[in-house]
C-alpha cells in the first residue's frame, strides 16, 4: 500500500534558521503531494501541494520540489520565524487508489527567539 | 468564505456512553471525509462520502461507529458506546471532489474517562 514517512522529530530551530523537513514516499503510480500545517487546537491547514514531478509547490515562504526519481518531497524554508512553531505533515493523494490520502506521522517545529 | 465548520470542538464523555459529532463542509463540496488523529501521528481515513453516498468506509468499526450524510451536505459521526481508546481528535474535511484537494475544519477533541 501507500505509505508516507516523515522526518521525526521535535526539530528546534533558533529564528531565522534554515528549514528542512524530510519527506519520502511509496505509492504506485503518480500521486499528488502536499504539505499540511497544524497548529495547537486547529486542524490541517494546506500548505502548498504539486501534482507532478519536478513541479515545485511554494506559500509564505516554504518550499517542496516533487522528486520522482528519489520519491520525496521535502520541506525547506530559508529562514524561519516564531510564528512557524507547528506541526507539518506531509501527504500523498492517490489517483489510483480511489482518490484515498495517504498522511505521514507529522513532525514537531518549535522555532525559539 | 467559511470554512469546514465541526462541533462540538471538546467533547468529555464516560465510557460506554454515546457521543456524536456534527461537520458541515465547505459549500459546493460534493466529497466529505472524517478522519482520526491520535497523538503525535497523521490523521486516518475513517469514511469517505461522494455526495450522501458513503464510497469508502473500510476502516470505520462499525460494531461502534456510524456515520450519516443524510441530504448531501452535513455529516453526523456518531460512536455508541464509547470506549477508552476512542480518545483521540477526530476531524472532518472536505474537497470539490475526490482527487481534489482536502480542506479541514478544527477538528472535535475527545476524551473518554
Given at each position: 500500500g501507500n505509505s508516507v514517512t516523515q522526518m521525526e522529530g521535535p526539530v528546534t530551530l533558533s529564528e531565522e534558521a534554515f528549514l528542512t523537513i524530510n519527506c519520502t514516499y511509496t505509492?504506485?503510480?503518480y500521486p499528488s503531494l502536499f504539505w499540511y500545517v497544524q497548529y495547537p487546537g486547529e486542524g490541517l491547514q494546506l500548505l502548498l501541494k504539486a501534482t507532478k514531478a519536478?513541479?515545485?509547490?511554494?506559500?509564505?515562504g516554504f518550499e517542496a520540489t516533487y522528486r520522482k526519481e528519489t520519491t520525496s518531497?521535502?520541506?525547506?524554508k530559508g529562514s524561519v520565524q516564531v510564528s512557524d512553531s507547528a506541526v507539518y505533515f506531509c501527504a500523498l493523494l492517490s489517483y489510483t487508489n480511489a482518490g484515498k490520502s495517504t498522511f505521514g506521522d507529522g513532525t514537531t517545529l518549535t522555532v525559539k527567539p | 468564505e467559511a470554512g469546514v465548520v465541526q462541533s462540538p470542538r471538546y467533547k468529555i464523555i464516560e465510557k460506554k456512553q454515546p457521543v456524536a459529532f456534527w461537520c458541515n463542509p465547505i459549500s459546493g463540496h460534493n466529497t466529505l471525509y472524517w478522519y482520526l488523529q491520535?497523538?503525535?501521528q497523521g490523521p486516518e481515513l475513517l469514511i469517505r462520502y461522494e455526495n450522501e453516498e458513503a464510497v469508502d468506509d473500510s476502516q470505520l468499526p462499525k460494531d461502534r461507529f456510524s456515520a450519516e450524510r443524510l441530504k448531501g451536505v452535513d455529516s453526523t459521526l456518531k460512536i455508541q458506546p464509547a470506549e477508552l481508546g476512542d480518545s483521540a481528535v477526530y476531524l472532518c474535511a472536505s474537497s470539490a471532489g475526490q482527487q481534489e484537494t482536502q480542506y479541514f475544519g478544527p477538528?472535535?477533541?475527545?476524551l473518554v474517562l
Open positions: 505509492a504506485t503510480g519536478d513541479d515545485k509547490g511554494s506559500n509564505k518531497f521535502h520541506l525547506e | 491520535n497523538l503525535g477538528g472535535t477533541r475527545l
